[in-house]
């Protein structure tokens, strides 16, 4: 029992994926730049986006953004600008 009443703790942790790759969290609201830094990306050069199974469009976030992580949600990196050779 916690011995703040209003308090549940988060016992599971919600399944998502990042580039394909599986992760899970117990903290369901968390910045776009530490969704990234958990796949070991870097925020300077990547931005986080999330696909919309219905639609097939990708929400993109920003770095300080907050996402909501539901289960099963499926996250890619966006990379902010590539080399022009």
Request: aromatic share 6%.
């Amino acid at each position: 029992m916690s011995d703040r009443p209003n308090v549940t703790p988060m016992s599971q942790e919600v399944p998502f994926t990042i580039d394909g790759q599986p992760f899970a969290t117990s903290e369901r609201r968390q910045e776009a730049a530490a969704l990234l830094r958990l796949a070991g990306l870097d925020p300077v050069r990547y931005d986080l986006g999330e696909l919309d199974g219905q639609s097939g469009q990708t929400k993109r976030f920003k770095d300080d953004e907050v996402v909501t992580v539901r289960p099963g949600a499926r996250f890619v990196s966006i990379r902010q600008a590539a080399d022009v050779a």
